[in-house]
């Protein structure tokens, strides 16, 4: 709430030098909203493609989340070769994670779940309205070298497999708010304490392709989990961040691994969750982001025309933009 306050100050500032670090959004050099060309040439496609305003599939547009899912996992993806990931189309990072935590607690029984220490100050909230009775947090930063506290973390993951069954959240890249990820040798490690602590890995994956500027290398951590090791694992993966679509509320909850009866029976619940949520208002926050059907099937178009483009030109190629940004 801090952000939002702060980034409504800087907009009654007077001042002809005043500089928005409030919200991470993309901005030009003189401060105003700055929309990806890949984007832009998507908003032409879909403003230029008719809609009949049909209801979507309940669990939301299928092709949007067969793209969402193959962008996160790879498109050879062992999980999705043989059918063990569904998704369900959600408002906003926020609303991925409600409808996640809700399975997790109502269908899984899950009451317990761990959080980083700091983490995004929303997962508290989120998994309290979800109805998460115990809510924990593991070591991330050490005080004194402001660094990973690698070893208080591993420490801290190892006694909660002990003592509880639990959910534990993990930031796939680009963890909010420090910015420090894990080598690919101590995701291993964290893996191993997940696997032999029975937890049950839930990842919130709101920064693809922004902490090393390429996609699949962000996604190296849930590609190893699901993929290499076989664990069954929960993502809440939104694009409001590496596409700058704050405003359109786009993300899918996504379920790997699991036999196929088992998830099915968990996607079922998992439409009824969303539906509930986006039509009945239940979901708090979220339910500010409605803004009817057309919201909806408009953002998942958009997002379905970029990541189906073979072009690969100097808009699209995320080495260029993330060039851009940095200049």
């Not at 779940?113 to 930063?141: C, L, Q």
Request: aromatic share 10%.
């Amino acid at each position: 709430m801090e952000a939002f306050y702060k980034n409504r100050l800087y907009h009654h500032d007077t001042h002809p030098q005043k500089v928005n670090l409030s919200i991470g959004a993309y901005r030009t050099d003189e401060g105003e909203p700055w929309v990806l060309p890949a984007v832009e040439k998507a908003v032409n496609m879909v403003n230029s493609t008719p809609s009949n305003f049909e209801y979507l599939n309940v669990v939301g547009d299928e092709a949007f989340s067969r793209k969402a899912t193959e962008l996160l996992l790879g498109r050879n993806s062992l999980a999705l070769r043989e059918g063990r990931v569904f998704g369900v189309q959600c408002l906003s990072g926020t609303g991925s994670l409600y409808i996640g935590a809700q399975i997790l607690r109502q269908v899984l029984s899950f009451s317990t779940v761990y959080i980083s220490r700091p983490t995004w100050a929303n997962h508290r909230n989120v998994f309290e309205a979800a109805g998460f009775e115990t809510i924990r947090e593991y070591r991330y930063i050490h005080a004194c070298s402001k660094r990973l506290d690698f070893n208080g973390l591993l420490q801290d993951l190892k006694s909660a497999g002990i003592s509880a069954k639990a959910v534990v959240v993990l930031h796939a890249c680009a963890h909010n708010p420090t910015g420090m990820d894990p080598t690919h040798e101590e995701w291993k490690q964290i893996a191993e304490a997940v696997r032999d602590g029975q937890l049950f890995p839930f990842f919130d994956v709101a920064y693809q392709g922004f902490a090393s500027g390429d996609p699949d290398t962000d996604a190296w951590p849930v590609r190893y989990f699901i993929d290499e090791l076989g664990l069954e694992a929960m993502c809440a993966q939104s694009f409001s961040k590496n596409m700058g679509l704050y405003s359109e509320c786009c993300s899918i909850m996504q379920k790997g691994r699991g036999e196929e009866a088992c998830w099915i029976h968990v996607s079922c619940y998992g439409a009824l969750f969303r539906r509930a949520s986006w039509e009945l208002g239940d979901c708090g926050q979220v339910c500010q982001c409605i803004a009817g059907s057309s919201l909806k099937d408009r953002s998942n178009h958009l997002l379905h025309m970029v990541k189906s483009s073979g072009e690969r030109c100097s808009d699209c190629d995320s080495s260029a933009l993330f060039a851009r940004v940095k200049k």
